[in-house]
T-cell receptor, first 107, second 116 residues
């Protein structure tokens, strides 16, 4: 059965304290791995798509990497405005989401 | 970038009534749209895939007679929750592919449904 597990569930960081979020997955046929950001009461906002192991993508303070079993979202020198829930999803014949990592960045 | 809108953003209704939620692609045509449901602190769960001009495809366990989906145009899909009950209270979110050649789904802002 396709499955996506994200860790940690919650993460509190001081502004400027870099860290990584993990997304482990099992899927029969990976068509893509997606990272989204979701603010409270809002829909997910697209961040990255990764297709193959070894692929990396960057956007501002965020960098996503992919291996055959997991993906990492690295946050470098985070700011309070980076506080949100970060969702990972894999696509086989449909999108399967993890439960997310709730990130709080304090000034 | 791609923009998907939903209306209303928030709705409160009495048990037994029906509620319609609209999902629009504002700057692109979407032959396929998706409807998700998200409970507090839980993951997004796909309810159904909405195809323009044809019947929606429902995920296992989703009642098609309760959650009516209509995709009458390339920019509009609607989800009607019929005879709503308190357990239908949730956050409903739609999404769409930007073009036929992409597999990235862009999401709407969501609709918070509360059934009293």
């Amino acid at each position: 059965e396709d499955q996506v597990t994200q860790s940690p569930e919650a993460l509190r960081l001081q502004e400027g304290e870099s860290s990584s979020l993990n997304c482990s997955y099992t899927v029969s046929g990976l068509r893509g791995l997606f990272w989204y950001r979701q603010d409270p009461g809002k829909g997910p906002e697209f961040l990255f798509t990764l297709y193959s192991a070894g692929e990396e993508k960057e956007k501002e303070r965020l960098k996503a990497t992919l291996t055959k079993k997991e993906s990492f979202l690295h946050i470098t020198a985070p700011k309070p405005e980076d506080s949100a829930t970060y969702l990972c999803a894999v696509e086989d014949d449909k999108l399967i989401f993890g439960t997310g990592t709730r990130l709080q960045v304090f000034p | 970038g791609a923009v998907v809108s939903q209306h209303p953003s928030r709705v409160i209704c009495k048990s037994g009534t029906s509620v319609k939620i609209e999902c629009r692609s504002l700057d692109f045509q979407a032959t396929t749209m998706f409807w998700y449901r998200q409970f507090p602190k839980q993951s997004l769960m796909l309810m159904a895939t909405s195809n323009e001009g044809s019947k929606a495809t429902y995920e296992q366990g989703v009642e098609k007679d309760k959650f009516l989906i209509n995709h009458a145009s390339l920019t509009l899909s609607t989800l009607t929750v019929t005879s709503a009950h308190p357990e239908d209270s949730s956050f409903y979110i739609c999404s769409a592919y930007l073009t036929r050649s992409t597999d990235t789904q862009y999401f709407g802002p969501g609709t918070r449904l509360t059934v009293l």
